[in-house]
Structure formats: C-alpha cells, structure tokens
C-alpha cells in the first residue's frame, strides 16, 4: 500500500510539473503555440421601428430647413473709410438677416451695417435689392432694413418665445458664414441670462449662450427652436473659443424692434448720474455702512436724479493710485429691489423700467435711510 501511494505521488507530481526530474534527465521542451483566433463582429442591422427615431429627427431639420430658410437673407454693406495716405478706402462686410414682417422689414444687427454707405440684401432667389436702414439700437446691436424694390414673396419669420427657454433645448442657427449662403448648424441653449459686454463698454443683458456653430458672416441671422420660431438674435462669439457663441433674446426684439419700425430708434432709461460699485475692500477703505451697492459720484445736470434731489461726491480721495469721489448717496435698493453693483444697477432700469416711469431709489445719505422718486427719462 504505501509503495502504490509513492508511485502515484510521483506520477500525479511529473504529469502536473510539481516535481522537478534529476539534472541529467531533464529536457526543455517548449510549450504548445496557438494561432491567434480572429473573431470578426457583424453589426446587426437595425430595424425599422430602431431606425424611425432617426429618420424622424433628419426629417425635422431638413423640414425646418425648407421653411425657413428662405427667410434668411444675405446682407452685403459697403464702407468707406479715410486711409491716412490715400484718402477714401471701401471696405465690404458681409451678415445675415431675416425677414420680420409682411411689409419685408429685414431684422438684424447694428454692426452688420454700421457706417456702412450702402446696403444691399439678397434673397434666396437670388434676387438682390437695395436696402435702406429704417432704425437702429447699438444698445441692443439691433437694426431693421427696408429694401427698395419688388420684395420676393417670402413669408415672414414666426417669432417664438425666450422667456421659457430651458438650457438644453434645440438651437438651431442659420446664417451666411464667411459668404457660404443659408448654412444650417445645430447645437442647444448651453446656458441663460448672460450679459454680453460690447466693443464700447455697454452690455447687452439676458443673452442667450449657445453651442451651435455661429461664425463671422451669421450676425443678424436667426437662432431658432425646433419647431422653426426665432428665439434670438445671433450676434458673437466668445474670441479663441469653440462652441460658445451668444444670441439677443427674441422677448428683446419684440420690446425693440416694432419701436425701431416706428420711431427710428429706441428709447432707453436713464437716471442721469455715474456711480462706483461698492465692494467690500470700498466700503472698509470709505468706512461705509454697507458692503453692497451704488455710491453715486457725479449727476448730469437737469438730468433725473439731479432734479430729484440725490446728492452726487461732495469731496474726493486718493486710494492706492486712484481718485475716488466721496460723499455722495449711496442706492441700496429701485422699487424695493436689492442693488449690489453699477452693472447690477443699470440691467435692473433696462430689463424692467422704461423711459418716462416713475420708480422709487432707497438711499443712504450720511448713513441715515432715505426713499426718493423720480421719473426716467431717455439716455441721451
């Protein structure tokens, strides 16, 4: 029994490479090679009913397409600007459009047609007119044209609605890209309610940010829903960035551009005064009892606020290499809403005031609360 248990012990130790042979009568051998196993994957076709979500999603924007692309116009303007050695120069620039109303007004950006000495629109058609400019807002970097001639039978662009705009819904521009006519790109709302700084300083507020492909030559050219409405403007892009360009509100154009239509221009609040924001490095540096706010520096004369009584710097001081004017009130709060900066200041009077209304400024004039009114008139 134990002579059967040894023999077994060494065969089952030889057979599984537990046990190692004596040095003389141990030999190398190679272990088995296999080829390699290619598996080749087929994808299974989709079926029709897979297949029906994306042909119903090609079919809406190649739809939207149809509709309303030929709305969207190509705007050439020429201007003439004075070279330092050789006097008059023309220079060409190019945008885009669309067309408002039965009347044709076209809709676009101011600085699509700045300065510009002439202007022409061409249709899809082909057909290209003379245009004039019927009004402008360079606040809003809105303009509208009239086009002098037969236009093209073109239906008018719906307007949708930008105030229930939700960050992730479909946005869809259209526009004329370096020259290349009626390009369609796609993308969402990346996001809400940005304020968008201009090349003087200004800010256009509640901008709508989106990641639709928008390039020199869309200005003016609608942003649209899924279902075709306009609900913004394009007007920028952010500069050495990719997929973040920026659209005016369409709730802005219906404010602006029926008064453009109108009137040639577009009325916008004023107080008539300048202001620092309060920080809380300011308020410590000044001594001031709050950290937050407008500490007014300097009124227009016969402008608002100055007939209204607010009181402007009485003194001034230098803090690190900067004046600063002092002593002048300071605005807390526009009919019961909170200020906390200039800028806060000025997008309140803009997005919910307008020119000729009577609000309400909360103060502090030598640290003592103060309520006064007065009414808005129009930013010169």
Not at 114 to 126: M, W
Request: glycine share 10%; hydrophobic share 40%; proline share 8%.
């Amino acid at each position: 029994m134990k002579k059967w248990f040894i023999s077994f012990t060494l065969i089952l130790g030889v057979l599984t490479g537990c046990l190692q042979m004596p040095d003389n009568q141990s030999t190398a051998t190679p272990l088995p090679t296999s080829e390699p196993i290619i598996v080749v994957a087929t994808p299974t076709p989709l079926s029709p009913a897979d297949l029906a979500p994306i042909d119903i999603e090609e079919q809406l924007v190649t739809n939207l397409y149809d509709r309303v692309g030929p709305s969207v116009v190509h705007i050439t303007a020429q201007v003439v600007t004075m070279n330092f050695f050789f006097g008059p120069s023309a220079s060409e620039g190019t945008g885009s459009g669309f067309v408002y109303d039965t009347s044709g007004h076209i809709v676009t950006n101011n600085h699509v047609i700045k300065n510009a000495e002439s202007i022409e629109v061409k249709f899809s058609d082909e057909v290209t007119l003379p245009a004039r400019v019927i009004g402008t807002d360079p606040a809003n970097d809105l303009a509208v044209l009239a086009v002098d001639g037969d236009v093209p039978p073109i239906q008018p662009l719906e307007l949708g609605d930008s105030a229930n705009l939700r960050v992730g819904q479909r946005a869809i521009a259209i526009g004329n890209p370096f020259g290349l006519d009626r390009t369609l790109t796609t993308g969402v709302v990346s996001a809400l309610g940005r304020p968008l700084q201009t090349d003087n300083d200004t800010y256009i507020y509640n901008v709508i940010q989106t990641d639709a492909a928008i390039n020199p030559g869309n200005s003016g050219g609608p942003l649209l829903d899924s279902r075709g409405r306009v609900i913004g403007v394009n007007t920028a892009v952010q500069q050495n960035a990719e997929g973040i360009g920026f659209a005016i509100p369409i709730d802005t154009i219906k404010q602006v551009v029926p008064v453009l239509i109108e009137d040639g221009s577009f009325p916008h609040p004023w107080l008539g005064l300048l202001g620092y924001s309060i920080t809380p490095g300011l308020a410590e540096a000044l001594q001031l009892p709050v950290k937050k706010g407008v500490l007014v520096a300097q009124l227009y004369r016969e402008g608002p606020a100055s007939d209204a009584g607010i009181q402007g710097a009485q003194d001034q001081i230098i803090i690190g290499n900067q004046r600063v004017l002092v002593g002048g009130d300071i605005i807390t709060a526009v009919n019961g809403t909170p200020i906390t900066s200039w800028n806060n200041l000025t997008e309140y009077l803009e997005l919910n005031t307008e020119v000729g209304q009577i609000i309400t400024l909360s103060l502090l004039r030598n640290g003592q609360p103060l309520e006064q009114t007065l009414t808005l008139a129009t930013q010169p």
